[in-house]
């Protein structure tokens, strides 16, 4: 299915609303089902905006963008989550650009499937005639559409996809959020810095996981830490056994990676029914883990938790504060997260490329305009990196507490301008 509309109407909002509403027991505790439990609202809610579906603008008014989103599935979140800080960042800076009504074109890739993927971006490319490719929440889906981009000369705005490759495999790939490398090296060296000299590493087993254990480990015993033992945990896998050889190895402390949705959830409760803390286990993790969108299901078994990530729904700044007050008017339930500052500084960029080139968008004029641009986010201030076209970023250490009843990650301690160690 797909969408093909300008600007946003409140039926678009109702839509939202009604899945919100449909969706609101989701989170009642840790030992919900979940991300999983979520995903059939989600999929309403998109199957309503696809629904729709109105006549194209008039051609050369627009600009169009090209979305490749997890509409359905167990990522339903995630596609949720971004297009809800499109939709923001729409909010606060208008539907139009140089003159231009901005055109969103959304394709539900259900993902992890690349196939579909490289599928729905040829339609893009040649059928909606797309400006911009953006969205990507798996990095086999980014990787299956590098290609078209290529050869079609368009940009693509990795959005999520957080796998260090991603965008060496096409010179007209960008990205917005960050890789997984770039959050757990930091915690390495955090770890050490602050005594944890023996650590036991839990990731899942692909890509980005694959990435951010080699990240760790690297870092780590480079400064003189002991790796005391490691484990790849496929995405839908009974923990228990896991967290059991964690506990078995007797670390001072566990890294974990596992992505957003049903898994951290589990973990995070599997870690305190298995008695990992009160072994004096210390949990760090990426923000992953910690996911600001699930934070409210998890509850106070967060409490204390230390991770890394470049962003928090309680960073402290100007930008963040206007953020969170445009998200809200879309989604007053649901706290942004990493997936959702993606999206929104992906749309910052777009925007910023189309009013440099007064809305006439050409692929290689874009692309010299994306190297070495530089952004005021509400995660705090990035630059493209001209030679990677990789994201710069500061990357904050953060502690899970209790605010006013709630438990926010508060972050505490800044490794500022991080590239990504992995190019």
Known sequence: ???QRSGFSAVVIDALRAGRRGRSGAAAGVGGSGASRLSLAFAAVFCALFALASVPAQAGNTIKIGLVLQASGPFADSGRQMLNAIKAYMLQHGSTVAGKKVELIIKDVGGPA??????????LAVKDKVDFIAGFG???DALACAPVVTEAKIPMIDMLAATSIVTTKSPYIVRTSWTLAQASEPMALWAHKNGYKEVFTLVADYGPGIDAEQAFHKAFTRVGGKIVGSVRVPLNPELGPYL???KDSKPQAVFVFLPTGDLPISFIKGFKERGLAKAGIKLLAT?????DGAMDAMGDATIGVISTYPYSADHKSAENKAYLAAYKKIDPVTRPNGHAIGAYDGMAVIYAVAKQLNGNIDGDKAMALLKGMKVVSPRGSFVIDPQTRDIVQNIYVREAKKINGKVYNVEFETFKDVKDPGK
């Open 1 to 3: 299915m797909e969408m």
């Open 114 to 123: 690349p196939a579909v993927a490289k599928r729905l971006c040829q339609e």
């Open 244 to 246: 059991q050889r964690v």
């Open 138 to 140: 798996l990095t086999p």
């Open 287 to 291: 923000g992953d883990v910690l996911d």
